[in-house]
């Protein structure tokens, strides 16, 4: 496995206040994402990150912003949390060699009320 | 733009036999994805396939044609321990190293 952790694993908070999740990894990858998973879409790419301190935006970045400072953190802020954003969040690590699998952590639960 | 498409809901009798469609339609093809998520838990990578043909991993095989821009995933002598979701997922040419996911199928096996 990829050694890859996420925290909080849960957390509840209320509208307008911002929430910073956490993501580690341990295999040295270069690549991190972040996705929400929703019923009924899947799972949809919020930001992505090529290397320390390159990100890039997803499909669904409005409302996020992210930051890498270290190739083992990818850090995901939720600037001002609305009900909408309400989810299950996933981080994910690996290489760009195109056979090799993305590597999940367990995901956060977070709920904004 | 891409579109990954998968059933939503299937169930089956356990130690049946199940196959699970995705098609897609993305700029370029540069491999696809299986993936297994239980309920509550993270995902897990099943299978890659890149080129046509049929791979397989003891109850589970995968297919791919790459003309048809289909896919299927075939679970054999079911279990109880299958009942989860299964994720599709495609690369795209041109460089991507970003796959996008179906919206995957929720898989009940029931006795």
């Known amino acids: 496995d990829a050694g890859i952790t996420q925290s909080p694993r849960h957390k509840v908070t209320e509208t307008g206040t911002p929430v910073t999740l956490r993501c580690h990894q341990t295999e040295n990858h270069r690549y991190m994402y972040w996705y929400r998973q929703d019923p009924g879409h899947g799972l949809r790419l919020i930001h992505y990150?090529?290397?320390?301190?390159?990100?890039d935006k997803g499909e669904v970045s409005d409302g996020y912003s992210v930051s890498r400072s270290k190739t083992e953190d990818f850090l995901l802020t939720l600037e001002s949390a609305t009900s909408s954003q309400t989810s299950v969040y996933f981080c994910a690590s690996g290489t760009a060699d195109s056979n090799q699998p993305q590597h999940f952590g367990d995901g956060t639960r977070l709920s904004i009320l | 733009g891409q579109n990954i498409d998968q059933p939503t809901e299937m169930t089956a009798t356990e130690g049946a036999i199940v196959q699970i469609n995705c098609t897609y339609q993305t700029s370029g093809f540069n491999g696809l994805f299986w993936y297994q998520q239980h309920a509550g838990e993270a995902p897990t990578f099943l299978s890659y396939n890149v080129l046509d043909g049929l791979e397989e991993k003891g109850r589970f095989s995968s297919f791919l044609s790459r003309s048809k821009g289909y896919s299927y995933l075939l679970l054999k002598e079911l279990q109880m321990k299958d009942s989860a979701s299964y994720l599709c997922?495609?690369?795209?040419?041109?460089?991507?190293?970003?796959?996008?996911f179906g919206r995957g199928t929720s898989l009940i096996v029931h006795p």
């Open positions: 990150s090529y290397g320390v301190k390159d990100t």
């Open positions: 997922a495609v690369r795209a040419s041109g460089g991507s190293y970003i796959p996008t």
